[in-house]
């Protein structure tokens, strides 16, 4: 198998996901938007998330982009039911949302992504040159400082402990720690706080939503290759995947529980 093969699209059909996510969405207030960004679209469920809550006119449009043609006419397909014209497609990086949207946008909604990008500075410098003035841009991430509730440490100590012990004992294998991704290497709220203030954004809105994961959504993102290869950097995802679902399940069976929390950071911004 290979890297796209491990993609979101799996994890990202838990209903728990959609949940948080169209809490975010409700939070941005897009009803009344007429250009609106879904960042790093992917297989569209957050685009149908916007479609639901627009009032459309003949001059609103959802713009989603991501920077993989396969990814788009996934979204394409699946949207085909709600979309009725609607939604522009654009294949681009997200680093390059000004140029590749042009005229200027009302919101810019990115789920659960901001952790992945090596330099958050010219993202943000990009996201802020296409907001309109008193634009929105609404985000959320799991993978921060503090994404880790309290009442989970334990399963997550016990979890990487016995994925380790798997991969060491039946393939003699370690990860390599220099290798570590954008993903591990996270931001407190007030760090993304300043990012925000650095490009003319004001917070609007801040909120930490904890979610109940159930054992399928923890399976569900040891498939996923940016969260493989952030917890074992340097192992082959096929392996890595395994250990780290063995280890899921068996903790979750020591633990004797159905659902571990997590926390999801929320922000709404305004440009000023």
Not at 58 to 78: G, P, R, Y
Not at 207 to 215: E, L, S
Request: charged share 25%; with cysteine; proline share 3%.
């Amino acid at each position: 198998m290979t890297t796209s093969d491990y993609n979101f699209s799996t994890f990202s059909k838990n209903s728990f996901y959609a949940e948080l996510n169209s809490r975010l969405i409700d939070m941005a207030d897009v009803a009344s938007d007429l250009r609106i960004v879904d960042l790093a679209c992917g297989a569209g469920g957050v685009t149908r998330l916007i479609l639901e809550r627009i009032n459309r006119t003949t001059n609103t449009v959802v713009i989603a982009l991501d920077h993989s043609q396969i990814a788009l006419k996934t979204a394409m397909d699946e949207l085909k039911d709600i979309s009725n014209g609607a939604v522009k497609y654009v294949q681009s990086g997200v680093e390059n949302i000004s140029e590749s949207i042009k005229d200027s946008v009302d919101t810019v909604v990115f789920c659960n992504a901001i952790h992945y990008l090596p330099d958050k500075d010219i993202v943000l410098s990009e996201i802020s040159k296409s907001l309109s003035k008193n634009g929105k841009f609404a985000f959320n991430t799991s993978f921060y400082e503090g994404g880790q509730h309290e009442d989970s440490l334990s399963f997550y100590s016990k979890w990487m402990f016995k994925a380790f012990r798997i991969l060491r004992k039946e393939y003699g294998l370690k990860p390599e720690k220099s290798l570590k991704v954008e993903s591990r290497k996270q931001l407190t709220p007030q760090d993304y706080s300043d990012l925000l203030i650095r490009h003319g954004l004001k917070i609007e809105i801040q909120k930490i939503d904890t979610v109940q994961v159930p054992m399928e959504g923890w399976l569900d993102i040891c498939a996923f290759s940016d969260f493989i290869e952030g917890t074992m950097p340097g192992i082959p995802l096929d392996t890595a995947s395994e250990v780290l679902q063995e280890g899921v399940r068996q903790t979750y069976k020591e633990l004797n529980v159905t659902h571990v929390p997590r926390n999801w950071l929320d922000i709404v911004a305004r440009k000023i």
